[in-house]
């Protein structure tokens, strides 16, 4: 049970990464990889805080604004100075990893006997891994609700036409630079905001546990999208959270089966690989009934 509980928690903490790359690469049509630098950036500069006296609620808050910039830094490189947003992606990513290395001062830095956000005495209360599953089911909640009431408005009305065809934008005035800057920067920091609250929950940052993130996140919005097809879109973020409590499911699982968890990062981008080859299988064999039926008439 308690693996259980605990799989669920990890799955919407997670699941913020998830709905943060869902901007970019579903919205924005975006491969952001950023994300691997952003996430032990958020992580790295809230353990930095909390270890130095910062209440983590601040220091949550902070891991946010520094996703934030991250974001900002990419927008500027692929919009101004006309870098590829793969290769933007990858110089931020890379420029971030000295850069976590001097906000901690070392390759790792642990959280014991620190105050965080989920050993506060509400949190203690409760029972063994419920604490990661109440902050994250409001955290979630939260965040769902605003980025469904944002992309409602008509600001968010011009950020998904601008991810669905930048050249029709620019015709009705949308400044297409803008909206992709602010998508990044949204989407980064709720990243960075991942980073910070996973960092709470391992208890401890890292400047390499960025590795492979995306292909976490990536799993998250295809196992929802594949488990639910066609949605409205506000349905679509609640269903990436979902993705990755089932994701976290499917790891717990492989575990249990006897593999061990360095084999988990290989077993995640085989898991990703079959989610999105489950539309293209699924037309085959469709198409093969089809044959077979037409074939077998006389």
Request: glycine content about 12%; aromatic content about 8%; proline content about 3%.
């Amino acid at each position: 049970m308690n693996l259980i509980v605990s799989a669920i928690g990890q799955g919407l903490l997670w699941g913020l990464l998830g709905l943060g790359l869902f901007l970019t690469f579903r919205i924005l049509k975006f491969p952001d990889m950023t994300v691997e630098g952003t996430f032990p950036f958020g992580a790295c500069v809230c353990v930095a805080l909390i270890t130095n006296g910062v209440s983590p609620i601040l220091a949550t808050v902070i891991s946010f604004v520094a996703g934030l910039l991250t974001g900002l830094t990419t927008g500027l490189l692929y919009t101004k100075g006309k870098i590829p947003i793969l290769l933007a992606g990858i110089l931020v990513m890379t420029g971030i990893y000295s850069i976590n290395l001097h906000v901690l001062g070392k390759a790792t830095v642990g959280l014991l006997n620190e105050k965080t956000l989920l050993t506060s005495s509400f949190m203690k209360s409760l029972p063994t891994n419920f604490p990661s599953v109440v902050l994250g089911l409001i955290l979630v909640s939260v965040i769902i609700f605003f980025l469904a009431l944002f992309l409602n408005t008509d600001l968010g009305q011009a950020y998904i036409a601008t991810g669905d065809n930048p050249l029709m934008a620019r015709a009705l005035g949308i400044n297409t630079d803008n909206m992709e800057i602010l998508g990044l920067m949204i989407s980064n920091g709720l990243i960075g905001l991942c980073g910070g609250l996973i960092a709470q929950n391992d208890g401890y940052a890292d400047v390499n546990m960025g590795v492979g993130t995306i292909v976490i996140g990536l799993a998250a919005i295809i196992i929802g999208e594949v488990a639910y097809g066609e949605l409205s879109l506000t349905a679509r973020l609640v269903a990436v959270i979902l993705g990755s409590i089932f994701y976290r499911f499917v790891l717990l699982i492989v575990l249990k089966l006897g593999f061990s968890s360095n084999d988990f990062k290989l077993l995640a981008s085989l898991i990703l690989a079959l989610c999105l080859m489950l539309p293209l299988l699924e037309r085959k064999f469709s198409l093969a009934k089809i044959l077979k039926k037409g074939v077998q008439k006389p």
